[in-house]
Structures are given as structure tokens and as C-alpha cells.
């Protein structure tokens, strides 16, 4: 299983900004993807959560630090789980990263998640 995020950049206070996650290779039929971030000096965090059963969206979770601004979504065909990000916020800035959880419910802890893409810089300036 492979992950490849992107969408990363540069924005400012109040903007939007999409993140992507692409996920090939064999994939049980029930499994979450969540994206996390880590800012700097400070720990990986749990963003959101997406679980997806029988290759359908089945559920998300926040962190109640971005609920109400950011949503996780997938495109089933493309096999592709977005982040929207709206309202940024300069503590929102961090290099965030999707994961892949084999697991039966959806869990926020990273030493669960199975598969890690690479990360992706989200910078929002005041």
C-alpha cells in the first residue's frame, strides 16, 4: 500500500486550502485514512479520519481543534481522500501527513496506522 499526499502551500489567515490524498496498491475492504500534522516543535497530532467500508465513505472524525473549518472526503473512483481546510489559522501551519489504519473502527493514536505517504507543508501566515 502506498500513499502519496500533495496540496500543500502557502496560505493566509482565513484562506482555503485542499490537501490530497492518493492511495493505491491492495487494500482490505475496511480500513481508515486519517491525515495528522506535526507543527514544529511539537508532536505528530491526529487531524481527521475517514473510515471507508466496502470501498464506501462510512463515517469521519475530527479533532475538535479544526471541526466546523476543515472536512475529509474521499473520491471512491480516484481511490482519494481529501482534506478541505477553510478559515486557516497560523496554528494550523505543519507539515501534515495521511495514514492508512487496517483497523476496524477509526482510531486518532499514529502508532496505529499502518502505512504513512510522505508529508505535505501547509504554512498560513498572519
Known amino acids: 500500500v502506498q500513499l502519496q499526499a500533495s496540496g500543500g502551500g502557502l496560505a493566509q489567515t482565513g484562506d482555503s486550502l485542499r490537501v490530497s490524498c492518493a492511495v493505491s496498491?491492495?487494500?482490505?475492504?475496511?480500513?481508515?485514512v486519517g491525515w495528522f500534522r506535526r507543527a514544529p516543535g511539537k508532536e505528530r497530532e491526529f487531524v481527521a479520519a475517514?473510515?471507508?467500508?466496502?470501498?464506501?465513505?462510512?463515517?469521519?472524525h475530527y479533532s475538535d481543534s479544526v471541526k466546523g473549518r476543515f472536512t475529509i472526503s474521499r473520491d471512491n473512483a480516484k481511490n482519494t481522500v481529501y482534506l478541505q481546510m477553510n478559515r486557516l489559522q497560523p496554528e494550523d501551519t505543519a507539515v501534515y501527513f495521511c495514514?492508512?489504519?487496517?483497523?476496524?473502527?477509526?482510531?486518532?493514536?499514529?502508532?496505529?496506522?499502518?502505512?504513512w505517504g510522505q508529508g505535505t507543508l501547509v504554512t498560513v501566515s498572519s
Open positions: 495514514a492508512l489504519d487496517l483497523g476496524s473502527v477509526i482510531r486518532t493514536t499514529p502508532s496505529t496506522y499502518d502505512y
Open positions: 496498491g491492495r487494500t482490505s475492504s475496511s480500513y481508515s
Open positions: 475517514i473510515k471507508v467500508i466496502r470501498w464506501s465513505s462510512a463515517g469521519t
